[in-house]
């Protein structure tokens, strides 16, 4: 019997410490979502591009005798960048001329017999023909001089540079990059659902974090073919940059109002809770006084509230206080 009464107690023990223990509710602050009105803004993040960048040869061949630039050098219009050895040009050209000299001379004798009557016309256009021609090859000549310098075609920054003293130049060769950054343009990509709210002559504010400046500029290019892949099409913002520290591919964080009003929904920016993933999440209160996890993307703050582009919706109940002793389940009291 004595067996029997201990073993029927020490199952009744065991039973009671089976029994869950119930948790004891975390107090909280919970704030009902009310959706307002705010004035739409487009964001974008692309890269700076130079206005004009082109690459620049000789176009005649020879022998290339000095080099006065290198990559990284600021250079003006017309000036002289590289130049190849010019004394076969020039030794043409001594000939171009003294051909067209005596074409002229034999012109100017046999023009005073065609008035006289004294030369057949057929003889009178021959001698016309020879000195245009002579005339042509001295232009010609005169031009392969002046081609065997190189001259900067605008001002502008050396980006690249492939020649160098001694080498062969080929006509139309690349002998340098050089780009145009006076004025810039910050690239975007929008997608097909919003390119409908962008038109030319829109500003735009650009924010280039690098130089730590905030910048407004005006849409200048909507490219009207879609990307094949992405369907995105290309928006170009238009800048000045004088001082020339907007450098092409630097990230530029482009915003694009529409001036049209749409709902949004803010909360406390004291509610959003980042993980160690990077992930943006709050808690949401259900029927059941327990709180439910819901990530969230934000896009952008309004005062001291976050403005919440997806995750939420009118009416949710978002706790702003106590949630950081919270998991998803948790019971709550508020």
Known sequence: MILVVSGVMAACGKKEEEKPRTATPTKVTVQEITSG??????????????????????SVPGTVSSVLVNEGQMVQ???VLASIDPTDYDNA????SAGLEQAEDMYTRLNALYEKGSLPAKDYIDIKSKVAQARANKNMAVK???DSKLYAPMSG??????????AMAAP???AFTLINTSKVYAKVSVPESEIGKITKGQTAS?????????????????????DPVTKSYTVKVQLVNPQGKIMPGMIAETEIATGQQVSTITIPAKAVIRDADDITYVFVANGDSKVVRKRI????????NVVISEGLQNGDRVVVSGQTKLKDGSAISL
């Open 206 to 226: 650009v924010n280039i974090a690098t130089i730590g400046q905030q910048l407004s500029g005006k849409i200048t290019i909507i490219n009207p073919l879609a």
């Open 172 to 174: 139309g060769a690349p």
């Open 297 to 304: 993307n934000a896009s952008g703050l309004k005062g001291d």
């Open 144 to 146: 392969r001089v002046k």
């Open 37 to 58: 009105t705010a004035s739409e803004a487009l964001k974008y993040s692309g890269t700076v591009e130079a206005e004009n960048m082109v690459q620049i040869g000789f």
């Open 93 to 96: 050209l001594l000939i171009a």
């Open 157 to 166: 920054i050396i980006t690249a540079k492939m020649i160098e003293k001694g």
């Open 77 to 79: 219009a017309g000036q």
